[in-house]
């Protein structure tokens, strides 16, 4: 199994809704992230976990909380979200937080806040 | 900060020329580039991955270089045909255990 995969693929939230975003991979990566793509633009990096311990968080506001259960699991949890806040959530993963074997992403969540 | 940018930022070829994107980072201590390929509204498929100390890497139709000192990447596919039509992203791993994403060379091939 090669891929990160991500569920569910398209979700429409109120602002005032809880959900979650799923991610998983089966390749035994170490590392895993999430990224915020608005369109025409690059992602842009969320979270990194490295061995299940929250790395790196580029002062994302607590609106979302990520969440990783265990080494193949990564969950984005959503809360009170703005329309701003509509955009691609793209989860990837690495064998170690270093990328020296490069990244490998998910085909995304296309998140629309109403 | 690593500056990552991607020219031309959109191009239109006929199908059969061979498509040049290209790729140029302001930091030349990288430790790798890596080559992406995004359609409309879904995640990013790797292309081609260069470690810092490789010249270049080629799968099927598709080459790219790397030359660290310059501070460039090309990405070549041959013979482009109308399922190359897409993004194509350039980033760049630096020091921080980061990428540095360029915006982007957005592909269209004419039938």
């Known amino acids: 199994d090669t891929e990160v995969t991500q569920t569910p693929k398209h979700l429409v939230m109120g602002m005032t809704n809880k959900k979650s975003l799923k991610c998983e991979q089966h390749?035994?990566?170490?590392?895993m992230y999430w990224y915020k793509q608005k369109a025409k633009k690059p992602p842009e990096l969320m979270f990194v976990?490295?061995?299940?311990?929250?790395?790196i968080n580029e002062s994302v506001p607590s609106r979302f909380s990520p969440e990783c259960p265990n080494s193949s699991l990564l969950n984005l949890h959503l809360h009170a979200l703005q329309p701003e806040d509509s955009a691609l959530y793209l989860c990837?993963?690495?064998?170690?937080?270093?990328?020296?074997?490069?990244?490998?992403f998910g085909s995304g969540t296309r998140l629309t806040v109403v | 900060k690593q500056e990552v940018t991607q020219i031309p930022a959109a191009l239109s070829v006929p199908e059969g020329e061979n498509l040049v994107l290209n790729c140029s980072f302001t930091?030349?201590?990288?430790?790798?580039l890596q080559w992406f390929r995004q359609d409309p509204g879904k995640g990013l498929t790797s292309l081609l991955l260069?470690?810092?100390?490789?010249r270049e890497q080629t799968s099927g139709r598709l080459n790219a270089s790397l030359d660290k000192s310059s501070g460039r990447s090309t990405l070549y596919i041959a013979a482009s045909q109308p399922g190359d039509s897409a993004t194509y992203l350039c980033?760049?791993?630096?020091?921080?255990?980061?990428?540095?994403f360029g915006k982007g060379n957005q592909v269209v091939v004419i039938p």
């Open positions: 990837a993963s690495s064998q170690e937080e270093t990328g020296s074997y490069g990244y490998t």
């Open positions: 980033a760049v791993r630096d020091g921080n255990n980061r990428l540095a």
């Open positions: 930091d030349s201590a990288i430790y790798n």
């Open positions: 390749m035994g990566h170490r590392a």
């Open positions: 976990y490295s061995y299940e311990k929250l790395s």
């Open positions: 260069i470690q810092s100390s490789q």
